[in-house]
């Protein structure tokens, strides 16, 4: 989608510090960390949000997931864990309107959200 900016920033169009990419996925730090550690990963393809994907998207949503946990280990949050959150629409919070997931880690997180 061209006014997207993270189809931009998955088709390197804008810069970002990337932490992986692949064919269908990017992970990138995010640019206002709410911890030490804060990444997202995007697929490659413009998908809307999480309530926008469709059945052939399963792999798909398998594969950020698996890479999230991967990648939060590499970046040292094997031990202590870490947040994958899925901001969905206006109520979740989402604020961009391409899919990704936010890993955060290296600092305790409370819960509820507020
Ligand atoms: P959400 O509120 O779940 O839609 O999260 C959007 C996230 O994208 C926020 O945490 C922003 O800090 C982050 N963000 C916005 N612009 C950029 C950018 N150019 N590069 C990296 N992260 C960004
Ligand atoms: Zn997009």
Not at 18 to 39: C, G, N, T, W
Not at 102 to 109: F, I
């Amino acid at each position: 989608m061209e006014s997207c900016l993270f189809c931009k920033i998955a088709n390197h169009e804008i810069p970002a510090e990337i932490l992986y990419e692949d064919d269908r996925i990017m992970a990138f730090k995010d640019i206002s960390p709410q911890a030490p550690v804060h990444f997202l990963l995007v697929p490659k393809k413009h998908i809307e949000n999480l309530m926008e994907t469709a059945e052939n998207d399963e792999s798909l949503l398998g594969h950020i997931l698996f890479y999230a946990q991967k990648i939060a280990k590499q970046e040292g949050c094997e031990e202590k864990g870490a947040r994958f959150v899925l901001n969905c629409k206006t109520d979740g919070g989402q604020t961009v309107n391409h899919l990704h997931l936010h890993v955060l880690g290296k600092r305790m997180l409370y819960w509820p959200p507020g």
